[in-house]
């Protein structure tokens, strides 16, 4: 089984073409519900009183709701703005709700989870949720530039704890005071993680392990609508495919990085979670032999 | 044949660790002595009576050398620095020197050139001597920002002369004005060039022709020590493979990317021209293997 722990959110994304508000969003929404084309993943989350009906119905028809909670107060909101690249974004507010002052319980059937992705959250919360589980084969976290600001040591302690870490570039370099990101790859394997994948948005991903480096380009797109979710997408796509091979050989985990590529060129291409809540499996399927072919050489 | 038109230069060269002054550079110099690894490329260049005996030696040991005149004056010398993440470059200073005045002659042995590389230059030089060949099989072109900002005009008429356009990421979206290398590449295909090869630094390559894209990373390094000539390097190795293969098949065109990469990672594993100069042939099919292990999944 596969869980995932994570920010469901209400989020407002402002693009140059169009400003959506109060859309479903959140990590662990994006990963999960990109993880559920290959296996149906747990997910340990909480809403707020006024989380939309439709969006809560989007979530159960994609992912095993038991470690869903819902607390008094308002969800997760989330407000942030893309340049016209929309290879940046600007955060203009966090508004925590719910999610503050969450304890996340592992229900007892999630507890035997083999695969385990501990999507952005607070680094603290996440150590404490990782110890819960008995007979991990395969956990991964996240993190982003505001907790490698403010608990860096808790970060790095998070990270000694998974066997895999996925992390955007900049982000990557933030943490480990270092610009060339085969060196921060290695640190962050000395804090004891087995495998580091960095995402670099429309240059693909790095996947390293012993002294190994497997670079895979991003799934070439002419129109890209909103990057919102894409990494997340990535890295639910990428554990999701382990986890319904119940494997974690090498060979695995780099067909995995593959179709994290695939789930998160479905995310861009559509506003909020829409690119992966229409897709159907043979899609996917069908976009990783184009992606095959398009890189042969 | 192969026929390589462009710069030959005296290069001052900042980075955060070291500066080197006066030392063998130049778009044509490091596409030349990278492409001489597969067939013995012909240099149609100017220099000027300062430029110092070893370096012509170098020059000599690689290149066929009766289209380099010798003018009175100064060599072109260019002086750049890198900031301490070694991928932006400031000019500091150019000097045209000799360059200003050259009227390039081409040898008539050289007339009969199947495969032309343009490298970065005056976009209306280099048409009148694309306009000198005879039975040209593949011609590729490079510009830079210092041309699309002067002559945007002669650029695009250039480029409507060779079949192939090599160009860094940030130059075609500047030549372009679109922010998605897709449609930029595509704008460049309109002007009439078959294949578009765009250079993304640390993150490889998009060569582009009809409909398809072909990604390719960039061979993973940790140790960079200075980045010039790689762009060039990599435009040489390609054009130099197809060359040694007398062929412009697209299976033949995807490989030559790879070697492109393979070429631009030696290039900037050392200072200058040292990277290839001391370079072995078998070294080089050796990195090629290792990027095609280490691509596959």
New interface residues.
């Given amino acids: 089984m596969l869980t995932i722990f994570g920010s469901v959110a209400l989020d407002t994304i402002r693009t140059p073409t169009k400003v959506l508000r109060g859309v479903l969003g959140g990590a662990a929404t994006f990963a999960s519900i990109s993880a559920s084309f290959f296996v149906k993943p747990g997910l340990i989350a909480v809403i707020g009183q006024d989380f939309p009906k439709k969006y809560y119905n989007i979530l159960n028809k994609f992912l095993d709701l038991s470690g869903l909670a819902r607390a008094n107060g308002k969800t997760f909101r989330y407000d942030g703005s893309y340049d016209?690249?929309?290879s940046h974004r600007t955060t203009n507010k966090t508004e925590l709700n719910v999610l503050g002052s969450f304890n996340p319980v592992v229900p007892d059937e999630y507890k035997k989870s083999e695969f385990v992705y501990l999507a952005n959250n607070d680094p603290v919360q996440n150590t404490k949720v990782i110890k819960e589980f008995d007979g991990i084969k395969f956990s991964m976290c996240d993190t982003i530039d505001f907790w490698i600001s403010t608990k860096r040591d808790d970060v790095i302690k998070m990270m000694g704890l998974v066997n895999s870490v996925v992390i955007n570039d900049e982000e990557a370099k933030l943490l480990t005071k270092t610009?060339?990101?085969?060196?921060s790859a290695k640190k962050i394997m000395e804090w004891g993680a087995e495998y580091v994948i960095i995402k670099?948005g429309?240059?693909?991903s790095?996947l390293f392990y012993e002294d190994?480096?497997?670079?895979?380009?991003?799934f070439?797109?002419?129109n890209?609508v909103d990057p919102t979710g894409a990494g997340d997408s990535f890295a639910g796509g990428m554990i999701g495919y382990m986890a319904s091979k119940k494997s974690t050989k090498i060979?695995t985990l780099?067909?995995a990085?593959?179709y994290g590529n695939v789930m998160g060129s479905f995310a861009v291409e559509e506003y909020g979670v829409r690119g992966l809540s229409k897709l159907k499996k043979s899609q996917i399927q069908k976009r990783f032999n184009q992606y095959k072919k398009?890189?042969?050489?």
């Avoid at 398009?294 to 050489?297: A, E, L």
């Fill in positions: 016209e690249t929309l610009q060339n990101l085969i060196k670099k429309e240059h693909g790095l190994i480096v497997f670079p895979s380009p991003a070439s797109l002419e890209i060979s780099r067909e990085v593959v398009m890189v042969h050489f």
